[in-house]
């Protein structure tokens, strides 16, 4: 579903639009820092946030992320969702990887520590790609 030049921008961009649907129905959306892991996409969050909340309800979610530069390149990925709470220390790291820009993401965390703060990961594994526009080829941009 995800082709190279897709895969490519989604990793040169590490924010998006969170979008979920709330229990009367209604959209909400929120920014967040994600990682890509082949298909699916990771976002930590708390636990007790809406967002998390939406998708245990739902099972649902979707991702539009855009590019900061003309001509403003931009994608929606959605598709079902969970919330995970084991072995998502790695998951968590590369998130973390992305919020600061380091180039290697941190250690991992356990499983415990993480739990401890409250910290899961809301996983979206893309379903489906739509709204796609201007989505650089990974040829014209050396990768």
Known sequence: ????????????????VLATQSPDGSP???????????EQLLISTLA??????????????????MGHEPPYPSVTLSGPAEILTDGIGPATAAVAQR????????????????????????AITV???SAASYIPQASEGGG
């Open 1 to 16: 579903m995800l082709d190279d030049d897709l895969s490519a921008f989604l990793d040169g961009c590490p924010v998006g």
């Open 28 to 38: 909400r959306q929120s920014l967040v820092y994600f990682a890509r892991h082949g």
């Open 48 to 65: 007790g946030r809406l967002k998390a909340r939406d998708v245990e309800r739902t099972a649902r979610a979707s991702l539009c992320v």
């Open 99 to 122: 919020i600061t820009g380091a180039s290697e993401p941190p250690e991992p965390m356990s499983d415990e520590v993480l739990a401890e703060a409250g910290r899961v990961i809301l």
């Open 127 to 129: 379903e489906r790609v």
